[in-house]
């Protein structure tokens, strides 16, 4: 217990501490002079009770009132040394508790511990009160800033409300809300509920639970809450006090996650990759139903709590632990692709991906994995792989272009094919490639085909990139993507180049062909009625002499005659139905013996050059058709070089393997003599070239040529079993190659020998059948005049009359080869029963197929070939004459050189 003493020294403190009562407590004795003193440490330091001395009345009275001002439940004791009521009295009612002196120490044990013990109960109360005060504010601040809403409702009506329900309730401020109805918040649903939860709560005292309801604000609008109730007495009066709390955010967050919840258990559940999380123990937390099939379980629950080692081989097991350890220690995500034996044997392939299990600090927990079979992924790939092996593979061009026709892909037969690298053409347009030889309405109708949907087939020319044409077959139609729509255009394309050469040379043939059986068909009337014409106009002419009335004249009809015939041989020869002659023969000799003619025929200024093989091997052809050969070639080298040049013929032997002979066309492979006849003229142009051997082309002006020379040229190359190449360019000159088989059995060659004029006459009776009066008329004239005795029938039925009149067989029969009723060859036949040695010849105007069916060119038969001139006819029949052997051999009568 501390007390304190104002006031002068002296034996009065002592006194009055030696007459204290003893509580038991120790007192410590505290000496100020001045009450100045005390009240500057008031605050910080009060005695349990104060004894102050009287220093003058109105001094000490001042000086109590200070200190009961300033605290004022401190039990204020008045010491007196000598006793003045009136004094007492005044200090008494500015405060002091009692007083004392010396003679009033008796009573001080007494009453002093009645004084500390009210002032302590004063200070007790006040400080209850105090606190009770702070405890009422502090609870009111407390109710200010909760974020739930507090109300206080008495009689169905809010009475007191903090800011946040005035917030909740949608009132500007708490007092807005003052003398409300509570009722208004409610919604029908739940109106009867709430007033009922009231009600139960006045009657009972009892709390009304946390439960959650939707009320409606002073706006109108709803809102979720959880509301508390209590009973409480506000203003001496029972009052419901409510706690409400908008719980909107956090219903919102529930339904959120509850949301993310039913989408987690679906993504678990429907996704066909199998997921899976693990501890780091390699224990299953959580699998989806892929994962639980994957591990052969009914549900996904059942793997829960278990491991790899459960379910797995121990090897795949201990393989899994392995890999999930190291990304727990990493950090480090695994991605692999491995391939799998399933149960069933099946091969498949998956790919895992496992990633380190994080919890919200950042720990690593375990693992996180996803399984997914790849193996129909594996087999496209490997489908696509085929097939994009197979495109780059492929002998077709292939091009893949987007839809606006920027090229995307070309394939290596593309480039091979164009001379253009792929980078070059990507990006690009195809018509990089176009040639011009297709009209804009082409590549018109080419996209409007295809970007309608459809396919387009046909063909192109396009060019290369160093400006070389070539022919395609293309197919372009469109590439859909999943929905129909057109994404990507592919093509096709053959290279059909060499084909479009056969298909032209196939066309020529067929050409050619059609004309053989035009000439054909002609030939016999042509050649009957030329066989005529020029018998007649030789036989005026022997009559003439030079100088004479119509010489001149005959000499035209005869030269045209010879021409006609020419021209018919030509026809005959470029259909390859000519008849031929042909015999064993060194080119070289029959080159040396025109080479004179050649000068004259080319002229001066052209410079004949011969390189003959000296070791040349022998052929089998008709020497006076490949003579026509060689003039016709000469002819046109000539033409080329209108200011001169130079005219090469030249021979060798070559051996023709697969490879040439698939240049050049369908000769076979074997030996070969080769004859080039090469110039230096003007040379020609690819156009004129694929159409040179076409019957009646011509690059002459009119009136110069019959268009039939190379065309005649090829008839005759071909008819003798050889083949023909050209090669020429303008300003280079041209160059024909003439291929014609080695001969594999050699006979004696050499040209034939011509019978001298005078020994065409004689006195033998010639047996002439002949359907047409007209030659029969002209061979009877011819003989008669060179001493024969024609004996002349119109078929080989009078024939056959005639001889049976006849004691001696004719010394030689003349005879048509087609007639009616009977051939030739038959009438032959059935003299022969009769004459077996009978001397046969026979003539025909029929081109050589025709004749050939008859059989008279077998060997050892005769065979004139009309028209012919009266030497001709003179010298076959004096050459079967004079043969020893019956019929004499079979060849052909030279023509004379100047009707070609």
Same mark, same amino acid.
């Given at each position: 217990?501390?007390?304190?003493?104002?006031?002068?020294?002296?034996?009065?403190?002592?006194?009055?501490?030696?007459?204290?009562?003893?509580?038991?407590?120790?007192?410590?004795?505290?000496?100020?002079?001045?009450?100045?003193?005390?009240?500057?440490?008031?605050?910080?330091?009060?005695?349990?009770?104060?004894?102050?001395?009287?220093?003058?009345?109105?001094?000490?009275?001042?000086?109590?009132?200070?200190?009961?001002?300033?605290?004022?439940?401190?039990?204020?004791?008045?010491?007196?040394?000598?006793?003045?009521?009136?004094?007492?009295?005044?200090?008494?009612?500015?405060?002091?508790?009692?007083?004392?002196?010396?003679?009033?120490?008796?009573?001080?044990?007494?009453?002093?511990?009645?004084?500390?013990?009210?002032?302590?109960?004063?200070?007790?109360?006040?400080?209850?009160?105090?606190?009770?005060?702070?405890?009422?504010?502090?609870?009111?601040?407390?109710?200010?800033?909760?974020?739930?809403?507090?109300?206080?409702?008495?009689?169905?009506?809010?009475?007191?409300?903090?800011?946040?329900?005035?917030?909740?309730?949608?009132?500007?401020?708490?007092?807005?809300?003052?003398?409300?109805?509570?009722?208004?918040?409610?919604?029908?649903?739940?109106?009867?509920?709430?007033?009922?939860?009231?009600?139960?709560?006045?009657?009972?005292?009892?709390?009304?639970?946390?439960?959650?309801?939707?009320?409606?604000?002073?706006?109108?609008?709803?809102?979720?809450?959880?509301?508390?109730?209590?009973?409480?007495?506000?203003?001496?009066?029972?009052?419901?006090?409510?706690?409400?709390?908008?719980?909107?955010?956090?219903?919102?967050?529930?339904?959120?996650?509850?949301?993310?919840?039913?989408?987690?258990?679906?993504?678990?559940?429907?996704?066909?990759?199998?997921?899976?999380?693990?501890?780091?123990?390699?224990?299953?937390?959580?699998?989806?139903?892929?994962?639980?099939?994957?591990?052969?379980?009914?549900?996904?629950?059942?793997?829960?709590?278990?491991?790899?080692?459960?379910?797995?081989?121990?090897?795949?097991?201990?393989?899994?632990?392995?890999?999930?350890?190291?990304?727990?220690?990493?950090?480090?995500?695994?991605?692999?692709?491995?391939?799998?034996?399933?149960?069933?044997?099946?091969?498949?392939?998956?790919?895992?991906?496992?990633? +380190?299990? #994080? *919890?919200?600090? =950042? &720990?690593?927990?375990?693992?996180? %994995?996803?399984?997914? /079979? !790849? $193996?129909?992924? @594996?087999?496209?790939?490997?489908?696509?792989?085929?097939?994009?092996?197979?495109?780059?593979?492929?002998?077709?061009?292939?091009?893949?272009?987007?839809?606006?026709?920027?090229?995307?892909?070309?394939?290596?037969?593309?480039?091979?094919?164009?001379?253009?690298?792929?980078?070059?053409?990507?990006?690009?347009?195809?018509?990089?490639?176009?040639?011009?030889?297709?009209?804009?309405?082409?590549?018109?109708?080419?996209?409007?085909?295809?970007?309608?949907?459809?396919?387009?087939?046909?063909?192109?020319?396009?060019?290369?990139?160093?400006?070389?044409?070539?022919?395609?077959?293309?197919?372009?139609? +469109?590439? #859909? *993507?999943?929905? =129909? &729509?057109?994404?990507?255009?592919? %093509?096709?394309?053959? /290279? !059909? $180049?060499?084909? @479009?050469?056969?298909?032209?040379?196939?066309?020529?043939?067929?050409?050619?062909?059609?004309?053989?059986?035009?000439?054909?068909?002609?030939?016999?009337?042509?050649?009957?009625?030329?066989?005529?014409?020029?018998?007649?106009?030789?036989?005026?002419?022997?009559?003439?002499?030079?100088?004479?009335?119509?010489?001149?004249?005959?000499?035209?009809?005869?030269?045209?005659?010879?021409?006609?015939?020419?021209?018919?041989?030509?026809?005959?020869?470029?259909?390859?139905?000519?008849?031929?002659?042909?015999?064993?023969?060194?080119?070289?000799?029959?080159?040396?013996?025109?080479?004179?003619?050649?000068?004259?025929?080319?002229?001066?200024?052209? &410079?004949?050059?011969?390189?003959?093989?000296?070791?040349?091997?022998?052929?089998?052809?008709?020497?006076?058709?490949?003579?026509?050969?060689?003039?016709?070639?000469?002819?046109?080298?000539?033409?080329?070089?209108?200011?001169?040049?130079?005219?090469?013929?030249?021979?060798?032997?070559?051996?023709?393997?697969?490879?040439?002979?698939?240049?050049?066309?369908?000769?076979?492979?074997?030996?070969?003599?080769?004859?080039?006849?090469?110039?230096?003229?003007?040379?020609?142009?690819?156009?004129?070239?694929?159409?040179?051997?076409?019957?009646?082309?011509?690059?002459?002006?009119?009136?110069?040529?019959?268009?039939?020379?190379?065309?005649?040229?090829?008839?005759?190359?071909?008819?003798?079993?050889?083949?023909?190449?050209?090669?020429? &360019?303008?300003?280079?000159?041209?160059?024909?190659?003439?291929?014609?088989?080695?001969?594999?059995?050699?006979?004696?060659?050499?040209?034939?020998?011509?019978?001298?004029?005078?020994?065409?006459?004689?006195?033998?009776?010639?047996?002439?059948?002949?359907?047409?009066?007209?030659?029969?008329?002209?061979?009877?004239?011819?003989?008669?005049?060179?001493?024969?005795?024609?004996?002349?029938?119109?078929?080989?039925?009078?024939?056959?009359?005639?001889?049976?009149?006849?004691?001696?067989?004719?010394?030689?029969?003349?005879?048509?080869?087609?007639?009616?009723?009977?051939?030739?060859?038959?009438?032959?036949?059935?003299?022969?029963?009769?004459?077996?040695?009978?001397?046969?010849?026979?003539?025909?105007?029929?081109?050589?197929?025709?004749?050939?069916?008859?059989?008279?060119?077998?060997?050892?038969?005769?065979?004139?070939?009309?028209?012919?001139?009266?030497?001709?006819?003179?010298?076959?029949?004096?050459?079967?004459?004079?043969?020893?052997?019956?019929?004499?051999?079979?060849?052909?009568?030279?023509?004379?050189?100047?009707?070609?």
């Amino acid at each position: 217990m501390k007390i304190t003493f104002i006031g002068p020294e002296g034996k009065w403190i002592d006194q009055i501490l030696s007459s204290l009562p003893d509580s038991g407590r120790k007192v410590l004795a505290e000496h100020l002079q001045s009450v100045d003193q005390f009240l500057s440490r008031s605050g910080k330091i009060t005695p349990d009770a104060l004894f102050i001395a009287a220093d003058g009345a109105e001094d000490t009275t001042h000086q109590i009132a200070r200190i009961r001002d300033e605290v004022d439940h401190l039990s204020i004791f008045l010491w007196q040394e000598e006793t003045d009521g009136q004094t007492a009295r005044r200090c008494l009612k500015s405060g002091a508790t009692d007083f004392f002196g010396p003679d009033s120490l008796d009573r001080l044990p007494v009453v002093f511990p009645v004084h500390l013990e009210r002032a302590q109960k004063i200070v007790s109360g006040r400080k209850r009160e105090q606190q009770l005060l702070e405890r009422v504010e502090f609870f009111g601040k407390l109710v200010e800033i909760l974020p739930a809403g507090v109300f206080v409702s008495q009689n169905g009506k809010f009475v007191f409300m903090n800011p946040a329900g005035a917030r909740i309730l949608g009132f500007s401020s708490p007092e807005e809300a003052t003398g409300r109805e509570i009722s208004l918040t409610f919604l029908p649903g739940n109106h009867a509920a709430i007033e009922e939860k009231i009600r139960h709560l006045l009657q009972s005292k009892s709390p009304i639970p946390a439960f959650e309801t939707t009320i409606r604000r002073v706006d109108g609008g709803l809102v979720h809450v959880e509301i508390k109730g209590a009973f409480a007495l506000f203003n001496g009066q029972p009052a419901v006090l409510l706690a409400i709390r908008d719980i909107g955010d956090r219903k919102r967050a529930e339904t959120k996650l509850q949301e993310e919840q039913r989408l987690f258990r679906m993504f678990m559940a429907n996704i066909p990759d199998a997921i899976y999380f693990k501890d780091r123990d390699g224990r299953f937390l959580r699998v989806n139903a892929a994962q639980a099939r994957r591990l052969g379980l009914d549900s996904p629950e059942q793997a829960e709590g278990k491991s790899d080692f459960d379910f797995l081989p121990e090897e795949e097991a201990r393989r899994n632990l392995e890999e999930e350890r190291k990304v727990m220690e990493t950090g480090e995500m695994l991605s692999a692709e491995r391939e799998k034996i399933m149960p069933s044997g099946e091969r498949c392939w998956i790919r895992t991906i496992k990633v +380190p299990l #994080r *919890d919200e600090r =950042g &720990e690593v927990i375990g693992i996180f %994995g996803i399984t997914r /079979d !790849i $193996t129909a992924e @594996k087999r496209a790939q490997l489908e696509i792989r085929k097939l994009f092996q197979a495109v780059e593979q492929s002998p077709l061009s292939v091009v893949i272009t987007n839809r606006n026709g920027d090229i995307e892909y070309v394939n290596p037969t593309f480039t091979q094919i164009t001379g253009y690298a792929q980078e070059e053409v990507l990006g690009k347009n195809p018509r990089i490639l176009k040639s011009g030889k297709h009209p804009p309405e082409f590549y018109r109708n080419l996209w409007e085909t295809i970007t309608s949907g459809s396919i387009w087939h046909g063909e192109f020319v396009n060019r290369k990139k160093n400006g070389e044409l070539y022919h395609e077959q293309a197919t372009i139609g +469109p590439v #859909r *993507d999943s929905s =129909g &729509e057109i994404t990507h255009f592919i %093509g096709l394309k053959l /290279d !059909i $180049t060499d084909r @479009k050469k056969l298909e032209e040379q196939l066309f020529q043939m067929q050409r050619v062909e059609a004309l053989g059986r035009l000439a054909g068909g002609i030939a016999h009337d042509f050649n009957n009625l030329l066989t005529v014409i020029n018998g007649y106009v030789d036989i005026m002419l022997r009559e003439l002499r030079e100088g004479e009335r119509f010489f001149e004249e005959l000499v035209e009809v005869r030269d045209a005659g010879r021409r006609a015939a020419s021209l018919t041989r030509q026809l005959l020869a470029f259909g390859r139905k000519q008849i031929l002659k042909p015999k064993s023969l060194n080119l070289n000799l029959l080159i040396q013996d025109l080479s004179r003619m050649l000068r004259r025929l080319i002229g001066e200024d052209v &410079e004949l050059v011969t390189r003959l093989a000296p070791d040349l091997l022998p052929v089998k052809v008709d020497p006076a058709q490949l003579e026509q050969v060689i003039i016709n070639l000469a002819i046109n080298a000539r033409d080329a070089m209108p200011n001169g040049g130079r005219l090469v013929i030249q021979t060798e032997n070559v051996h023709v393997d697969g490879e040439f002979a698939a240049f050049g066309g369908d000769s076979p492979t074997g030996d070969y003599v080769l004859m080039t006849v090469s110039d230096t003229g003007t040379g020609m142009d690819e156009e004129t070239r694929s159409h040179i051997f076409e019957p009646f082309f011509t690059t002459k002006e009119p009136g110069v040529g019959t268009g039939l020379g190379l065309s005649t040229v090829y008839g005759i190359v071909k008819q003798s079993g050889g083949y023909i190449w050209v090669d020429s &360019e303008p300003g280079r000159g041209t160059t024909f190659k003439i291929y014609l088989p080695v001969l594999e059995s050699p006979e004696s060659g050499g040209l034939e020998q011509k019978t001298e004029p005078g020994a065409l006459r004689g006195e033998e009776v010639v047996l002439v059948v002949e359907d047409s009066e007209s030659v029969r008329s002209i061979v009877c004239r011819m003989l008669g005049r060179c001493g024969y005795r024609p004996r002349a029938v119109s078929s080989p039925e009078e024939a056959l009359k005639l001889v049976e009149s006849l004691d001696t067989p004719p010394d030689l029969l003349l005879t048509d080869v087609i007639m009616p009723g009977m051939s030739g060859r038959e009438l032959v036949q059935k003299l022969k029963q009769h004459w077996p040695r009978l001397r046969v010849i026979f003539m025909s105007g029929y081109p050589q197929e025709a004749v050939s069916k008859q059989g008279v060119l077998e060997p050892g038969l005769a065979f004139i070939q009309k028209p012919f001139t009266p030497q001709v006819l003179l010298q076959k029949i004096r050459e079967v004459l004079d043969s020893r052997e019956e019929g004499g051999p079979l060849q052909s009568v030279p023509q004379d050189r100047d009707a070609l």
